[in-house]
């Protein structure tokens, strides 16, 4: 099975903080991708990345950057937190192609910024 | 920009019901539509990938049907049970895997 994990399931930090959110993936997928969902806002995409070393901005990129050096691993960075940046944020991955790229998800990180 | 709805927001059925769960898209220009569930606090759980070509796909109690002319999809859960209360999404795929989700349907299913 595809096991995609991340490295913390809470988290609280302080506003001004850098935080770093890891994300490891089992299954050698190319893409890889951070969400965060809000109530009433459902989930809405981060950033995404299709390779090493490769990004691209999602929706909602302010206050974030992301880091992929190994295909492994996609890490998501806040690099100033604020109290806004609470949230519910998940991780997932999908193989490359344009037909089967079933995403599969993390378990999530529950993010409190006091 | 697509958008993906979900209707009803929320559903509560007593056991061994059917369920039936919507979704609608407004740009047909899809690559696959996926449905995934997800428990309180928890993440998304994937149940089923329907490529753009297919117009239905079947696993266990779950049968999912998609129709991209009219822009819906229709997730059915056969014979309820408590185990399927939850909260289902509808995700719409476009390019590089990427996917718009809708706001989901939570589902009580009460014994």
């Known amino acids: 099975d595809v096991k995609v994990t991340q490295s913390s399931r809470y988290l609280v930090k302080r506003t001004g903080e850098k935080v770093f959110l890891e994300c490891v993936q089992d299954?050698?997928?190319?893409?890889m991708f951070w969400y965060r969902q809000d109530p009433g806002l459902g989930l809405r995409l981060i950033y995404f990345s299709y390779d090493v070393k490769m990004k691209e901005k999602g929706d909602i990129p302010e206050g974030y950057s992301v880091s992929r050096e190994k295909k492994e691993r996609f890490s998501l960075i806040l690099e100033s937190a604020s109290t806004n940046q609470t949230s519910m944020y998940l991780c997932?991955?999908?193989?490359?192609?344009?037909?089967?790229?079933?995403?599969?998800f993390g378990q999530g990180t529950r993010l409190t910024v006091v | 920009k697509q958008e993906v709805t979900q209707i009803p927001a929320a559903l509560s059925v007593p056991e061994g019901e059917n369920l039936v769960l919507n979704c609608s898209f407004t740009d047909s220009a899809i690559y696959n539509l996926q449905w995934f569930r997800q428990d309180p606090g928890k993440g998304l759980t994937s149940l089923l990938l329907i490529q753009s070509s297919q117009r239905e796909q079947t696993s266990g109690r779950l049968n999912a049907s998609l129709d991209k002319s009219s822009g819906r999809s229709t997730l059915y859960i056969a014979a309820s049970q408590p185990g399927d209360s939850a909260t289902y999404l509808c995700a719409v795929g476009a390019s590089w895997g990427k996917f718009q989700f809708g706001a989901g349907t939570q589902v009580v299913v009460t014994p």
């Open positions: 299954m050698d997928h190319e893409n």
């Open positions: 997932a991955s999908s193989p490359s192609g344009t037909k089967n790229t079933e995403a599969f």
